[in-house]
């Protein structure tokens, strides 16, 4: 079983409504990647966090230390936001990232 | 434009051949990173340098044999690779390693085939 894991796994969405994207983990952390792969490979950083929740544009992030869970939640989507949005965690003792499988998202116009 | 590049973008190789990919980072980041992103499978740290010093190497055939000349630059050396090892090789820096959470720039990934 993975430590990181994501749901969905594929969203299909029509332009306009409201995303969400879960993110569960098993392991105490230090924080929080979202990131997003589009098509061809790239991977851009969204956002870190470590509590809280963080806001960017149309793109929302939250995190609930006590219950491991993260969501990532998308306003307003619109077509150039398909892509796959990947969670990942960094462990207190670990220096690297551990990664989720990624949700594959995609908006239709 | 994310301030790594990596080249070449797509490499076809044989079992045979010995290749190398390159990273090279525009930002002042201490440390580096590569990846590796198989079909249907989560992105997979292969290793870490630090300040050139690698740090990480997580059970990575000797096939693959890294290389980071400076802080700047890093190479993965291929040589008789096998089909499996077909995947999307991601190079990442970030200011320093990621013990506090900084923030992970990736480049844009070779996707390299091997027949």
């Known amino acids: 079983k993975n430590e990181v894991e994501q749901s969905p796994q594929n969203l299909t969405a029509q332009e306009g409504e409201f995303i969400t994207i879960n993110c569960s983990y098993s392991?105490?952390?230090?924080?929080l990647h979202w990131l997003q792969q589009h098509p061809g490979g790239g991977i851009v950083s969204l956002f870190m966090?470590?509590?809280g929740k963080k806001k960017h544009g149309r793109l929302i992030a939250t995190i609930n230390i006590q219950e491991k869970h993260s969501s990532l939640h998308i306003t307003a989507s619109h077509p150039r936001d398909s892509a796959v949005y990947i969670c990942?965690?960094?462990?207190?003792?670990?220096?690297?990232?551990?990664f989720g499988s990624g949700t594959q998202l995609t908006v239709l116009p | 434009e994310t301030g790594v590049t990596q080249t070449p973008r797509h490499l076809v190789m044989g079992m045979t051949n010995k290749k190398s990919l390159k990273c090279e980072q525009h930002l002042g980041h201490n440390a580096m990173y590569w990846y590796k992103q198989s079909a249907k499978k989560p992105l997979e740290l292969m290793f870490v340098y630090s300040l050139e010093e690698r740090v990480e190497n997580n059970s990575v055939p000797s096939r693959f044999s890294p290389e980071c000349p400076n802080s700047s630059h890093l190479f993965l050396h291929l040589h008789t690779l096998q089909p499996e090892d077909s995947a999307l090789y991601l190079c990442?820096?970030?200011?320093?390693?990621?013990?506090?959470?900084?923030?992970?720039?990736f480049g844009p990934g070779t996707r390299l085939t091997v027949t």
């Open positions: 392991v105490g952390i230090s924080a």
């Open positions: 990442a820096s970030s200011q320093d390693l990621d013990r506090v959470g900084y923030e992970q720039y």
């Open positions: 990942a965690v960094l462990t207190y003792s670990a220096r690297q990232l551990t």
């Open positions: 966090l470590s509590s």
